[in-house]
């Protein structure tokens, strides 16, 4: 069991990037600059226009647009400044789950109530439907155990199953 564990832990953390966050996050850090930077050039276009511009009329449409343009760089500045940066490591988050994973008897056997809830919502789909005259009815397991459930019973193959292949002369 301890294998296997160590086997899971070893290619989930191989194939996901431990940056992932970071990477987002500088991502959109650089795509809200890039807007700024063009509402930025946009304004100026208008500036440039009421200044070459004699019209009154135009000038109040003008003025308009630059207070709409300057809302939206004040949204996007906003939204920067707000941007909150996880806390903690990807490895730090993903060792606890993996290890739920790996025994979810361990979290039981402690005996609060509150850990024994958490697991019957982590291990099951739905709730547990409980019926007067034959008890507990069987529900279905969550995801990361239905997934894993392949893992446990060696039923695992490559290429198609049996009878999809075209027959070789």
Wanted: a positive charge; glycine letters at 8%.
């Amino acid at each position: 069991m301890g294998g296997s564990t160590i086997r899971v832990r070893h290619v989930v953390t191989s194939t996901v990037p431990t940056s992932a966050y970071s990477v987002q996050a500088a991502d959109a850090l650089r795509t809200a600059k890039r807007k700024i930077a063009g509402i930025d050039k946009e304004i100026d276009k208008v500036l440039d226009l009421i200044l070459a511009s004699g019209n009154t009329t135009a000038f109040k449409r003008y003025e308009t647009k630059i207070g709409e343009l300057e809302h939206d760089k004040a949204l996007l500045t906003e939204t920067l400044t707000k941007q909150t940066h996880p806390k903690g490591s990807f490895e730090g988050k993903l060792e606890p789950a993996l290890m739920f994973l790996a025994n979810p008897f361990k979290i039981w056997a402690t005996g609060s109530v509150h850990l024994r809830r958490l697991v019957l919502k982590l291990a099951f789909a739905d709730r547990i439907r409980y019926c007067r005259n034959e008890g507990a009815r069987t529900t279905e397991l969550a995801f990361p155990f239905r997934a894993l459930e392949g893992f446990s019973k060696g039923d695992l193959r490559c290429g198609a199953g049996e009878g999809t292949r075209t027959p070789t002369p």
